[in-house]
């Protein structure tokens, strides 16, 4: 079962428009969720987490279990932030253990 | 701190063949995992270790298999590639939580 659902493949926005990447989980505990960033030739790394609420490079992402969204949003998109993002659910696996089940990524292309 | 260390970053192999993926990590973490990336598929877990000497199944671990001898180290092998295993692969250790640390991946192209 797919936990987590990340509904556009590509995003183009402007230079200076809004942003808004969709996450939709499927969970029935209390999620943690996560925002994964993966720039051009670069390693995969943590863009920030709902438990943290912070604004990471003008970012932020709030968990709202009614929806079960975790969508990420910045008011004013840079040329840098273009990048692969991706969403991802930590799951209790047992035996003290957790695993990250991640999205299929939203390529995100910011045009100058 | 390197952080997160794989070799190789790019193998060529013919169907049949064998190989393993080292992964090498400097911070003391108990988790280690492999992924793997594919076009539209994203980050799939493949095998994942909670300490050393442990190892475990994750969502694709057909074809694949792990050892967790030392505890910097997750070793990844693939016994007789296949070209559906031509992939992306990701190594990454974590403390537990939910920040995994990444290295720059392994580039596999099974002919």
């Given at each position: 079962a797919q936990r987590v659902t990340q509904p556009e493949k590509l995003l183009s926005v402007f230079k200076g428009a809004p942003v808004e990447l969709k996450c939709n989980y499927s969970y029935s505990g209390s999620p943690e969720l996560f925002w994964y960033v993966q720039y051009s030739r670069q390693r995969l790394q943590l863009l920030?987490?709902?438990?943290?609420r912070e604004s990471i490079k003008g970012f932020t992402a709030d968990l709202n279990k009614g929806e079960t969204s975790f969508h990420l949003k910045k008011p004013f998109a840079q040329e840098e932030d273009s990048a692969m993002y991706y969403c991802a659910l930590s799951l209790y696996s047992g035996a003290g253990s957790y695993q990250l089940t991640f999205g299929k990524g939203t390529k995100l292309s910011v045009i100058p | 701190n390197a952080g997160v260390t794989q070799t190789p970053k790019f193998r060529v192999l013919k169907t049949g063949q064998s190989m393993t993926l080292l992964c090498a990590q400097?911070?003391?973490?108990?988790y280690m995992y492999w992924y793997r990336q594919d076009p539209g598929m994203g980050l799939r877990l493949i095998h994942y270790s909670v300490g050393e000497g442990t190892t475990a199944k994750g969502e694709v671990p057909d074809g694949y298999n792990v050892s967790r001898?030392?505890?910097q180290n997750f070793l990844l092998g693939l016994e007789s590639a296949a070209p559906s295993q031509t992939s992306v692969y990701f190594c990454a250790s974590s403390?537990?939580?939910?920040?995994l640390f990444f290295g720059e991946g392994s580039r596999l192209t099974v002919l």
């Open positions: 920030l987490r709902h438990i943290s | 400097d911070m003391n973490h108990e001898l030392k505890k403390r537990g939580t939910g920040e």
